[in-house]
T-cell receptor
Framework: DQQVKQNSPSLSVQEGRISILNCDYT??????FLWYKKYPAEGPTFLIS?????DKNEDGRFTVFLNKSAKHLSLHIVPSQPGDSAVYFC??????????FGTGTSLTVIP | DSGVTQTPKHLITATGQRVTLRCSPR?????VYWYQQSLDQGLQFLIQ???????AKGNILERFSAQQFPDLHSELNLSSLELGDSALYFC?????????????FGPGTRLTVL
């Protein structure tokens, strides 16, 4: 049972434009959400997180939005750069327990 | 470089065999996590160790076992291997316990079962 879903396996965006990656979850007990970025032949690296007490967290070009009523979070990258091309995973946890990861979205930023 | 090392990078073996994957956490990190990523799947949490003790268990099969040694490195043992066990296995570490700690991932071990 996939509690965290990323329904878009891939996304292509022009350099300089906004990339929006989406993630849906089913467990209303999730209270902490993260995005990880993964390059080929490397492990995932932490990108940004958000607690359920917030609806937005920003770090440079990366912003994560959380809509608890819709059980939806999104990652915005503005402006997108070719180096952002990677697979992005969202993950969620409930009360400090294990992480549940989505299946990932492969982002390609076209120069 | 996350500071987490995993060996070997690649492993090819036959069904029914047993393999051991090794992970060295970042210096100072006490928690080690193991994940499995099968084709087109997200990372599935297998098990967590904290300072040598099992802390949390996820979807880990009975054929799989793990341990964390006094020097904090960890090993994941996979036995009676099946074709479906072919996957990327990631190890991650964090300073403390609980999912509010950022986890640092190793590069993974790609296991192929023929």
């Amino acid at each position: 049972d996939q509690q965290v879903k990323q329904n878009s396996p891939s996304l292509s965006v022009q350099e300089g434009r906004i990339s929006i990656l989406n993630c849906d979850y089913t467990n209303s007990m999730f209270d902490y959400f993260l995005w990880y970025k993964k390059y080929p032949a490397e492990g995932p690296t932490f990108l940004i997180s958000i607690s359920s007490i917030k609806d937005k967290n920003e770090d440079g070009r990366f912003t994560v939005f959380l809509n608890k009523s819709a059980k939806h979070l999104s990652l915005h990258i503005v402006p997108s750069q070719p180096g952002d091309s990677a697979v992005y995973f969202c993950a969620a946890s409930a009360i400090g327990n294990q992480f549940y990861f989505g299946t990932g979205t492969s982002l390609t930023v076209i120069p | 470089d996350s500071g987490v090392t995993q060996t070997p990078k690649h492993l090819i073996t036959a069904t029914g065999q047993r393999v051991t994957l090794r992970c060295s956490p970042r210096s100072g990190d006490l928690s080690v996590y193991w994940y499995q990523q099968s084709l087109d799947q997200g990372l599935q949490f297998l098990i967590q160790y904290y300072n040598g003790e099992e802390r949390a268990k996820g979807n880990i099969l009975e054929r799989f076992s793990a341990q964390q040694f006094p020097d904090l490195h960890s090993e994941l043992n996979l036995s009676s291997l099946e074709l479906g066990d072919s996957a990327l296995y990631f190890c991650a570490s964090s300073p403390g316990t609980g999912a509010y700690n950022e986890q640092f991932f190793g590069p993974g071990t790609r296991l192929t079962v023929l």
